[in-house]
């Protein structure tokens, strides 16, 4: 039954998404592996994080779309999430489905062991962790773009044009915030809906996932912001910023000048270590408390 609702879902959402063009055919097919891999969970919560971030993600992308066109020139390109984007926004977290299903598939928390426990909750908040940063950037990045003042550089908090890797704004952070704790919130609800009983008991810990979505949430998008102003570089193209530039197409354009960072990673590279980073310090944030 699990698993006809896992192929049920991710049809669903893999085609909705393909026919509103927020997802390419190899984005879709990579979008259907995290979705089997996480909605055949047993726990609800990895759909219910999954969904917040996936949902909320795709309408502030295509949020004031002419408007962002207008500010950054590569707007039309990424607003069509391909393979790359969905694995680097999601491969960690279903790995992390896949590993809390291997060990506690079909297992009801009263009936688990200290150290079986803490295990799940150290995959809960991994998978957490992880979200909460690609939704908390994402938010973020679509709605501090609208910002009505420049941003500023993370590292020399100097202004910098719109569309600047790096750079953050005061809508920026506030969408960070709510980015993370949208994902806490939904992590919450269903954790407590589906494990109501084990809380009750005792067996499960009373943890407020909404704040360490927000928590989580703007620390993975502050470390997204240092990586982008150092390791990725962003250019000034016709009074523009732009990013992710080939060397080839930095040969054939003139009055190219470079704004901030190093060509080392794309920002896909950059969104997946940001993510990575930050759930290995939610890991080791529940290693001490525990």
């Given at each position: 039954?699990?698993?006809?609702?896992?192929?049920a879902?991710?049809s669903?959402l893999?085609?909705?998404?393909?026919r509103k063009r927020?997802?390419?055919?190899?984005?879709?097919?990579?979008?259907?592996?995290?979705?089997?891999?996480?909605?055949?969970?047993?726990?609800l919560?990895f759909?219910?994080?999954?969904?917040a971030f996936f949902?909320?993600?795709t309408?502030?992308?295509?949020?004031?779309?002419k408007?962002?066109?207008?500010i950054d020139?590569?707007?039309?390109?990424?607003?069509?999430?391909?393979r790359k984007q969905v694995l680097c926004?999601?491969g960690?977290?279903?790995?992390?489905s896949?590993?809390?299903?291997?060990?506690?598939?079909?297992?009801?928390?009263e009936?688990l062991?200290?150290?079986?426990?803490?295990?799940?909750v150290?995959?809960?908040?991994?998978?957490?962790?992880?979200?909460?940063?690609?939704?908390?950037?994402?938010?973020?990045?679509?709605?501090?773009t609208?910002?009505?003042?420049w941003?500023?550089l993370i590292?020399?908090l100097?202004?910098?044009p719109p569309?600047?890797?790096?750079?953050?704004?005061?809508?920026?952070?506030?969408?960070?915030?709510?980015?993370?704790?949208?994902?806490g919130?939904?992590?919450?609800i269903?954790?407590?809906?589906?494990?109501?009983?084990?809380y009750?008991?005792?067996?499960?810990?009373?943890?407020?996932?909404?704040?360490?979505g927000?928590?989580l949430?703007?620390?993975?998008?502050?470390?997204?912001?240092?990586?982008?102003a150092?390791?990725q570089?962003s250019?000034?193209?016709n009074r523009?910023?732009?990013?992710d530039?080939?060397a080839?197409e930095?040969?054939?354009?003139?009055?190219?000048?470079?704004?901030a960072?190093?060509?080392?990673?794309?920002?896909?590279?950059?969104?997946?270590?940001?993510?990575?980073?930050?759930t290995v310090?939610?890991?080791?944030?529940?290693?001490?408390l525990?």
């Amino acid at each position: 039954m699990r698993v006809l609702f896992a192929i049920a879902l991710t049809s669903y959402l893999c085609f909705n998404s393909l026919r509103k063009r927020s997802l390419s055919k190899s984005g879709a097919a990579a979008a259907a592996f995290v979705g089997l891999s996480t909605a055949s969970n047993d726990n609800l919560m990895f759909t219910a994080v999954l969904i917040a971030f996936f949902v909320s993600s795709t309408f502030w992308t295509k949020y004031q779309a002419k408007t962002k066109q207008k500010i950054d020139p590569t707007y039309t390109k990424v607003s069509e999430r391909d393979r790359k984007q969905v694995l680097c926004n999601g491969g960690v977290g279903s790995l992390i489905s896949l590993m809390y299903q291997y060990n506690f598939n079909g297992c009801k928390p009263e009936d688990l062991t200290a150290d079986q426990r803490r295990l799940m909750v150290l995959l809960t908040w991994a998978y957490i962790g992880f979200y909460s940063c690609c939704a908390a950037d994402t938010w973020a990045s679509e709605l501090g773009t609208l910002s009505s003042n420049w941003p500023i550089l993370i590292t020399t908090l100097k202004p910098v044009p719109p569309g600047t890797n790096g750079a953050i704004s005061k809508l920026g952070i506030l969408s960070s915030f709510a980015g993370g704790a949208v994902v806490g919130l939904a992590a919450d609800i269903a954790l407590w809906v589906q494990y109501f009983a084990a809380y009750r008991s005792g067996a499960m810990p009373k943890i407020p996932y909404n704040m360490l979505g927000l928590l989580l949430g703007t620390l993975g998008s502050l470390i997204d912001s240092v990586l982008g102003a150092t390791v990725q570089a962003s250019y000034l193209v016709n009074r523009q910023a732009v990013s992710d530039l080939s060397a080839e197409e930095l040969r054939n354009m003139d009055g190219v000048q470079v704004i901030a960072g190093k060509n080392i990673l794309s920002n896909n590279l950059v969104n997946f270590f940001s993510s990575a980073a930050t759930t290995v310090v939610a890991v080791c944030i529940l290693k001490m408390l525990i």
